[in-house]
């Protein structure tokens, strides 16, 4: 089966903007990782995954939309055609030199991922999204 993985930001440097990666049948999430592990290497797991091979914290892997959070996290299951969408974390800044300009591409990377959600991927159920979460909280 053929997966379409689009990357976003930091990730968007090593494997690109999107790539298409073939798996068996019945993959999941976290096999598909381990594809792009073994196709981009070290830079690739560097900027998703922790030593112990665990997704890092704030990453957010969509699958057709969906964060797969309120899904069944690594486990949740693909099929052919889906598309992932990877967002790296993004992290703060202060006042130092250079944090006007980290702002705002922060900034952009923020309107990239509700455009990905809102505008691709309009039947998504906002109500499991990692935003509507962080409104409970």
């Known amino acids: 089966m053929n997966v379409k993985v689009r990357a976003y930001a930091t ?3 090593v494997i690109g903007a999107s790539v298409n990666v073939t798996l068996q049948e019945g993959a999941d999430v976290e096999r598909l990782l381990d594809e792009l ?3 981009y290497g070290k830079s690739f797991s560097e900027r998703i995954l922790d030593e112990r091979g ?3 914290p704030y990453v957010k892997l969509l699958v057709n939309g969906r964060d797969v ?4 996290g690594l486990r949740t299951t693909l099929k052919d055609g889906d598309e992932v969408a990877l967002f790296p974390p993004v992290g703060g800044g202060g ?3 250079g944090a006007g300009l980290r702002a705002a591409q922060e900034l ?3 309107v990239e991922i509700l455009s990905y959600a809102l505008i691709e991927h309009p039947s998504f ?3 499991e999204t990692y935003f ?5 909280s």
Request: aromatic letters at 12%; proline letters at 0%.
């Open 95 to 97: 006042f130092e030199r």
């Open 37 to 39: 592990v073994k196709l």
């Open 108 to 110: 952009d990377f923020l």
């Open 69 to 72: 959070d309120f899904l069944k």
């Open 11 to 13: 990730i968007r440097d």
């Open 125 to 127: 159920d906002r109500k």
């Open 132 to 136: 509507a979460s962080s409104e409970a």
């Open 54 to 56: 665990e997704l890092l």
